[in-house]
């Protein structure tokens, strides 16, 4: 079994990479996925932020505030900080169960874990090869304004708020550019699986 940790900044591409890992036979698991369940109505997690954040975190149907979280958190380090701190120990035990899983299914799987904060997390310590996925800076803003309506200075924001790309190509054992072609991302993919499989 090899794990992969798979990464990016935002609106580089890296869930479209993912899809493609899967259908050349990798098992993807998913941080964001993880998170969404960790965090259901009460669950320890939603308990913690409900009380860390107070009433607006919440809707009415007492699922997560998201909007009003990510507004929270973007324009402050230290919320920001405080609500990785209780979602991602959560997370972190979950990949392992689900990872374990399938090494007990499959002892020769390629195990893809798409997680957008590998390094902050420091997931990065626990994966046996990195991939980063990258964009150009105007691409990445002009897909967060396309895909999420944000303002270019929202855009600009979220961005500055992640650990930048260059920092992450530094430490990663593959790079994709997420502005490829389909086939042209496919064919790195393939490459890619190709070696991992004789790793694996």
């Keep these: 079994m090899i794990l992969v940790g798979l990464t990016g900044g935002l609106a580089t591409g890296k869930s479209s990479v993912a899809r493609l890992f899967q259908d050349n036979g990798a098992y993807v698991i998913d941080a964001d996925e993880l998170a969404r369940q960790v965090v259901q109505p009460g669950k320890p997690a939603w308990r913690d932020i409900a009380r860390t954040f107070g009433a607006k975190a919440l ?14 958190i973007f324009r402050n380090e230290a919320k920001r900080r405080r609500l990785n701190a209780i979602v991602h120990p959560r997370v972190a035990r979950e990949q392992a169960r689900l990872t374990r899983a399938i090494a007990q299914k499959d002892p020769g799987a390629i195990i893809v874990y798409d997680v957008p904060l590998l390094f902050e997390a420091g997931v990065d310590k626990r994966v046996d090869k990195i991939i980063v996925v990258t964009a150009d800076r105007a691409t990445q803003i002009r897909r967060l304004m396309t895909r999420n309506g944000f303002t270019r200075a929202e855009a600009v924001r979220r961005l500055r708020a992640q650990m930048p790309l260059r920092a992450k190509i530094a430490r990663a054992d593959e790079v994709i550019d997420g502005t490829l072609s389909f086939a042209q991302t496919k064919s790195e993919v393939e490459r890619i699986v190709s070696q991992l499989k004789s790793l694996a």
Excluded: E, I
């Design 59 to 72: 809707n009415p149907d007492r699922t997560l505030n998201r909007a009003a979280l990510a507004d929270a």
